[in-house]
């Protein structure tokens, strides 16, 4: 990709994502926060395609937006109108809060905007075709324990998630 | 109409896209979902604040491997990060189901210890 | 070992796999036989643990994704030891209706703990933390039927998500940095690279740590994230409290150790930029840390609370000596590393021992029976089951640091070793107000542990309270006030085995020139141990 369809593509997905962000801080509907949701995710997966892990940006469209998000819907439909309060911020530390986000952003942006970036860059393009490949053997090699930490984490998900919610005797 | 050094830092630093332009989106993500996190009230919303977090980190590593490293270690974190939404995703509904669950036991009377 | 002549990583991980392979197990048997369910749970634990002595006595291949050093052979030792207790204290909690389902996730969670130390990698690190902090959102949850538990489950997973996250966006910059997720090792690795200041100076190194040490503030209760803990102790059933106090905070501190091991964590006064900026955020947690826990402890009527502040001001203290950096030599009394080490293996058993106690008188309550909670039903337990009481009284008094217990060797390790590590560097003063405050704040804490003393022995007995008849809960009081009081009396063991573990991390912090991980030298130190 040249320099200006890079441009385009990072411009109009980051804002996507970002905009979609800033909506769902605002807004008071969570309904319409986990649709905002969406827009960052899918947002999110453009930007990998942009930064060529075209693989990694299917995965986030259908693990992430496709498969996690609907939890996340159905979580929506299951609390939306309960007691299930887990925190009761008060007025007062929202508006902490907001000071404090709004430091950490800009003081972090400042101090990432110092760093020279071409010392350590890299000319070396990622790895184009078969990227697929490379994942799957770096997966089942250098990175076979943590694979198969994440199975067994999986399965105390499912133990967990089918136990805590059975049916009451 | 402009000296030569606004066209210079157009072409430069809003054109040409660097390391810098991910990471202050992620950086800007990071606050959004730490805002998210703290001033919603419904427990949803703090895990979309959480997904917030989640993504800005995946973002930080698939740009410095592309940026910093050439590899695809970053990737590979940023696989892992997607499972561990979906797993968190799990859970939570799990937790609101045995909250559930258990409201259905308990008596109306006792309700007043819903009020925390 | 012959026998199953396999890959290295099946060799080097053979506990974890014991482990892993035996929540399965437990989960499968569960089907048909549930009374011996708690059996194979210990038999698994005690299986892993012979392996864990075996493999360290011959050896294992090493591989690379995988650190292989005294510090994993000391988290398996005391991490499998505990978690022997551990169950003990658990086996009376699953209900009729469990199928072994509570006995896994035990498993599954010390299988994370043990993993934790045996990282050698950003994204395994991350994913044995995971694994240690998923089982013990769902335990809590199952532990009472009871709205509170569900809500204080609640309040526990969100934060630890969020706090998980933020972990994860400070090991993206860690990442930055050094280029790799390789964690230690004489190629590309983060220790190397940061060693030498970082691939991109001190910026990304600095904003790296500081994120990610408050992501593990969360898993050992301190200041940024503590929040939580007095919830959820009082949420879930005592029996997991207990657990609660070792687990998490054990996996907690063995992962900030190598995380700051990754740098040149003391602070040295001819030293770059970040280790004077991760000094002082370290100094700042420690302090608030101590202050927080102990402060709201002392207003607390209910025991379980208070015990939960106190759990806090325990991780202070374990701050103030990290704070100082491993120093030299590898004893407790220099090492901060060890002294760390030393103190949350006898913090575990003590904390552990008081839940346990907790759990062992019952009262009937409108909502059937449960574990006694706050001080008016523990009144005078001491008269009516004077050996729960006395018990009792041992792991409150080890908490509070009282001689003849080994929470009072603890202490003077912890303080001695933040004093004397620092000596020299540029943070000593800072250290030495630490310190002071520290020792004030053990003064302040002794006035709520007092309370609870106080209660047990000196009021009346309180009406509708009775003993559980769970024989491994007793067998696991005893053996708990018993270590407390032999950790004073013959701390050599675990003095030995904690200094033989920060071998390796010290070897490591050290600007020497061989970066190879030294193959545990154990026997190179000449420290005694006292008396």
């Given at each position: ?169 | ?116 | ?37 708690s059996?194979?749970?210990f ?41 022997l207790l551990i169950l003990l204290v658990n086996r ?147 029996p ?116 346990a ?113 769970c024989?491994a809960l007793r067998l696991s009081i005893?053996c708990c ?51």
């Amino acid at each position: 990709m040249d320099v200006f369809e890079q441009a385009l593509g990072f411009y109009l997905f980051a804002a996507v994502a970002l905009f979609s962000a800033i909506g769902i801080v605002v807004t008071k509907n969570i309904v319409r926060a986990a649709v905002l949701l969406l827009g960052t995710l899918g947002g999110v997966a453009c930007l990998y395609f942009v930064l060529s892990a075209n693989f990694l940006a299917a995965i986030q469209l259908i693990v992430y937006a496709g498969g996690t998000l609907i939890l996340i819907v159905f979580g929506v439909m299951l609390t939306s109108k309960s007691p299930f309060v887990v925190f009761t911020p008060s007025r007062v530390q929202i508006g902490i809060a907001v000071v404090i986000a709004v430091v950490l952003a800009t003081s972090l942006c400042t101090l990432l905007l110092q760093v020279d970036w071409s010392a350590t860059a890299t000319d070396q393009p990622i790895v184009q075709s078969p990227q697929v490949k490379v994942v799957g053997e770096s997966l089942l090699q250098q990175y076979l324990v943590p694979f198969e930490v994440a199975s067994v984490l999986l399965l105390v998900v499912m133990i967990g998630a089918a136990y805590l919610a059975r049916p009451e005797n | 109409m402009f000296p030569d050094e606004f066209y210079d830092f157009l072409l430069d630093g809003v054109l040409t896209i660097g390391l810098t332009h991910y990471l202050i989106l992620s950086v800007l993500l990071f606050s959004l979902g730490i805002l998210c996190m703290v001033t919603k009230r419904n427990a949803i919303g703090i895990l979309i604040g959480v997904e917030l977090v989640l993504n800005a980190a995946s973002i930080n590593f698939v740009a410095f491997s592309k940026y910093q490293t050439g590899g695809l270690d970053g990737h590979i974190v940023a696989l892992f990060i997607i499972l561990l939404a979906a797993a968190e995703a799990a859970i939570a509904i799990a937790i609101f189901m045995n909250f559930y669950n258990t409201l259905r036991t308990i008596d109306v009377d006792r309700g007043d210890e819903l009020r925390l | 070992m012959t026998i199953f002549a396999t890959h290295p990583i099946v060799t080097s991980l053979a506990p974890e796999f014991i482990l892993v392979l035996g929540g399965v197990l437990v989960l499968l048997l569960g089907l048909a036989r549930r009374q011996w369910l708690s059996l194979v749970t210990f038999a698994v634990i005690a299986l892993a643990l012979i392996t864990a002595c075996r493999l360290r006595q011959y050896g294992a291949e090493s591989v690379p994704q995988l650190t292989n050093d005294s510090l994993l052979w000391y988290a398996r030792l005391v991490g499998l030891s505990v978690g022997l207790l551990i169950l003990l204290v658990n086996r009376h909690v699953p209900e009729e209706g469990e199928r072994g389902e509570f006995f896994s996730l035990l498993l599954f969670s010390l299988a994370g703990v043990l993993l934790v130390a045996a990282a050698n990698n950003l994204i395994l690190l991350f994913l044995a933390l995971e694994l240690v902090s998923v089982p013990t959102y769902i335990m809590i949850g199952l532990s009472r039927r009871d709205i509170r538990a569900q809500e204080a489950t609640g309040k526990y997973f969100f934060l630890g998500a969020f706090a998980a996250a933020m972990m994860l966006y400070g090991f993206s910059f860690l990442y930055g940095a050094a280029g790799t997720t390789v964690l230690f090792g004489s190629g590309e690795s983060l220790h190397t690279t940061l060693k030498q200041g970082g691939a991109l100076g001190d910026t990304f190194v600095i904003i790296g740590l500081v994120l990610t040490l408050g992501g593990l503030a969360f898993k050992v209760a301190a200041v940024p994230f503590h929040s939580y803990v007095a919830d959820v102790y009082q949420g879930a059933a005592s029996p997991v409290t207990g657990m609660l106090g070792f687990v998490p905070k054990f996996a907690g501190f063995i992962a900030i150790i190598r995380v700051l091991s990754l740098c040149d964590w003391s602070y040295a006064t001819d030293a770059t930029a970040h280790n004077g900026a991760l000094f002082w955020v370290l100094w700042v947690l420690a302090a608030a840390t101590m202050l927080v826990g102990n402060t709201l402890a002392l207003w607390q009527q209910n025991v379980k609370r208070m015990l939960a502040y106190s759990s806090i001001a325990h991780s202070g203290y374990m701050l103030v000596a990290l704070v100082a950096g491993p120093g030299s030599g590898p004893s407790p009394l220099r090492n901060g590393a060890t002294a760390v080490l030393f103190y949350i293996a006898v913090y575990g058993v003590m904390n552990l021992g008081a839940f346990a106690s907790l759990a062992y008188l019952r009262k009937t309550g409108e909502d059937g029976e449960d574990s006694a909670e706050t001080l008016d039903d523990i009144a005078g337990a001491a008269r009516r089951y004077p050996w729960a009481g006395l018990a009792l009284a041992i792991c409150v008094l080890g908490l509070m640091g009282f001689p003849l217990t080994g929470g009072f060797l603890g202490k003077i390790y912890v303080f001695s070793a933040a004093l004397s590590a620092s000596a020299g560097t540029a943070g000593h003063q800072a250290m030495i107000i630490l310190v002071v405050f520290g020792v004030l704040n053990s003064a302040i804490a002794a006035a709520y542990y007092m309370r609870i003393l106080a209660s047990c022995y000196l009021r009346k007995p309180a009406e509708g309270v009775t003993a559980s008849r769970c024989p491994a809960l007793r067998l696991s009081i005893a053996c708990c006030a018993i270590i407390v009081l032999a950790t004073f009396f013959r701390p050599g063991l675990l003095f030995d085995r904690s200094s033989e573990a920060s071998v390796d991390v010290q070897a490591r912090t050290s600007m020497q020139e061989n970066n190879q991980s030294s193959a545990s030298t154990a026997t190179t130190f000449a420290g005694l141990p006292p008396q």
